[in-house]
């Protein structure tokens, strides 16, 4: 439809193939945290990374919107000042290493109804001037292009948790 193909030319846009590149989830993560230190009115982040460096092969501009997306939609879940935690490790499975991220917030949690919809492009519970809906395709279309994947557990009224799961690459695909 329309708006998969606008998302897909905001990612040829923001793809020139020469901006792929090793970068760390750290780095990115610090990124995400510098721009986000005004918008997190009074709630809480806390970080959980390891010392060691997750290294992942892709754009980093565009890994690092997905995860914003991720993080900002948690601070706007939580209506009450509440902890958003974003914890990230690397797990073996299928004879490679994956990155696994996870972004917790403490919000209303999704309501059923919108569940299966979340990840499609303008849907949006937020207000007409608030969001354009492409913050979860997108995070979604990302995470895809870097062969990952992404799913949530959400608990109305308890919150919701967002699961990325990015293969580990060494050194160039």
Do not use: Y
């Not at 897909?8 to 995400?32: C, I, P, R, W, Y």
Request: charged fraction near 20%.
């Amino acid at each position: 439809g329309r708006s998969l193909k606008i998302i897909q030319h905001l990612l040829d846009f923001s793809e020139g193939k020469e901006t792929e590149s090793n970068f760390t989830v750290q780095e990115s993560m610090e990124a995400v945290v510098s721009f986000l230190k005004t918008a997190l009115q009074g709630h809480k982040l806390k970080i959980d990374f390891p010392e060691e460096p997750i290294v992942l092969w892709g754009n980093n501009q565009l890994f690092q919107q997905a995860l914003f997306n991720l993080v900002n939609n948690g601070i706007q879940a939580m209506k009450k000042p509440g902890k958003l935690r974003v914890a990230g490790k690397v797990t073996q499975k299928e004879n490679q290493s994956w990155l696994l991220l996870e972004v917790q917030d403490e919000g209303e949690g999704i309501p059923l109804q919108n569940q299966n919809k979340i990840f499609e492009p303008f849907f949006t519970t937020k207000s007409e001037n608030f969001g354009t809906g492409l913050g979860l395709p997108l995070v979604s279309e990302v995470i895809t292009k870097m062969k990952g994947r992404i799913h949530f557990h959400s608990q109305p009224g308890e919150g919701t948790t967002f699961f990325v799961e990015i293969p580990l690459m060494q050194g160039k695909p």
